[in-house]
């Protein structure tokens, strides 16, 4: 089992940035590969960014890309989405996630947290 649980969200205007963070405990941090994801209101969750087990491998959503930036520190089991440039359209729940598997892009996740809500104002 892998408890995940997420902080850092908040109320920020546009163009502002965040740093959210999920820590992990359980398991074996690194054997794990981890994502972030966000729903919005009405909205089917959708794909934000996920990186591999040791954090060398790296992939983002179009819509984020070159504005966020994922992280992790094994050392301290902790996962990081840094994000910059904030637009209205990033308001949504964002949830960590993690599955033990050496690939990038696993085709699903089985643990998740429960999220964070970030609020973009314009």
């Known amino acids: 089992q892998v408890q995940l649980v997420e902080s850092g969200g908040g109320l920020v205007q546009a163009g502002n940035s965040l740093r959210l963070s999920c820590a992990a405990s359980g398991r074996t941090f690194s054997n794990y590969a981890l994502g972030w994801f966000r729903q919005a209101p009405g909205k089917e969750r959708e794909f934000v960014a996920a990186i591999n087990w040791s954090g060398d491998s790296t992939y983002y959503a179009d819509s984020v890309k070159d504005r966020f930036t994922i992280s992790r520190d094994n050392a301290k089991n902790m996962l990081y989405l840094q994000m910059n440039s904030l637009k209205p359209e990033d308001t949504a729940v964002y949830h960590c996630?993690?599955?033990?598997?050496?690939?990038?892009?696993?085709?699903?996740?089985?643990?998740w947290g429960q999220g964070t809500q970030v609020t973009v104002s314009s």
């Open positions: 996630a993690a599955v033990r598997t050496r690939q990038l892009l696993p085709q699903g996740y089985n643990y």
